[in-house]
T-cell receptor, first 115, second 117 residues
Framework: GAGVSQSPSNKVTEKGKDVELRCDPI?????LYWYRQSLGQGLEFLIYFQGNSAPDKSGLPSDRFSAERTGGSVSTLTIQRTQQEDSAVYLCASSPGGGSFSEQFFGPGTRLTVL | AQSVAQPEDQVNVAEGNPLTVKCTYSVSGNPYLFWYVQYPNRGLQFLLK??????LVKGSYGFEAEFNKSQTSFHLKKPSALVSDSALYFCAVRDFMFSGGYNKLIFGAGTRLAVHP
């Protein structure tokens, strides 16, 4: 079956512009995560969605970052007024549930470059 | 707070030799540990996990990991490396968010494995 997909695969933008990154989770997966992978660093948790519950936004680095998940499926991560330090690979993951034993399935990521 | 450390930025090994990629962890409570691999321009792929039970966990592509509670380690191993194993490897620990009742993964910085012919 289809895995997690993300679009675009690459995004180059100018400083100060807004960007939207899209994630299509695996069908039927109720949990969705966004992570950020900066060069030379590990993955940094950004936000978590579970079904129709309120998301956990505790990992968002600033109020320029926001995310939504429509209909419990597709998610969009929006970065407003992008800065050069926002340059990174943004990874989306989904899992059947948020429970202890659910492994997360990752998409290929969106590489964001802010000039 | 939960954390994992991968002390080696890069590991070099000759094809056919055994490989070890190191990971140590710091958790409160029982550790739930994971290994993921990232090939160039690809997302992370799950390799294996330790939840409970046998200390030696077997995973995908011939990889295994040994959980050592006394040393707080969860090293990834493979008896005979392949050139195709060259990739970026991440160790992760579950951070259970009790307020939300879900898992968040805390990742190490990653170790780049280079297998030479």
């Amino acid at each position: 079956g289809a895995g997690v997909s993300q679009s675009p695969s690459n995004k180059v933008t100018e400083k100060g512009k807004d960007v939207e990154l899209r994630c299509d989770p695996i069908s039927g997966h109720t949990a969705l995560y966004w992570y950020r992978q900066s060069l030379g660093q590990g993955l940094e948790f950004l936000i978590y969605f579970q079904g129709n519950s309120a998301p956990d936004k505790s990992g968002l680095p600033s109020d320029r970052f926001s995310a939504e998940r429509t209909g419990g499926s597709v998610s969009t991560l929006t970065i407003q007024r992008t800065q050069q330090e926002d340059s990174a690979v943004y990874l989306c993951a989904s899992s059947p549930g948020g429970g202890s034993f659910s492994e997360q399935f990752f998409g290929p990521g969106t590489r964001l470059t802010v000039l | 707070a939960q954390s994992v450390a991968q002390p080696e930025d890069q590991v070099n090994v000759a094809e056919g030799n055994p490989l070890t990629v190191k990971c140590t962890y710091s958790v409160s409570g029982n550790p739930y540990l994971f290994w993921y691999v990232q090939y160039p321009n690809r997302g992370l792929q799950f390799l294996l996990k330790y939840i409970t039970g046998d200390n030696l966990v077997k995973g995908s592509y011939g990889f295994e990991a040994e959980f050592n509670k006394s040393q707080t380690s969860f090293h990834l191993k493979k008896p005979s490396a392949l050139v195709s194993d060259s990739a970026l490897y991440f160790c992760a620990v579950r951070d259970f968010m009790f307020s939300g009742g879900y898992n968040k993964l805390i990742f190490g910085a990653g170790t780049r494995l280079a297998v030479h012919p």
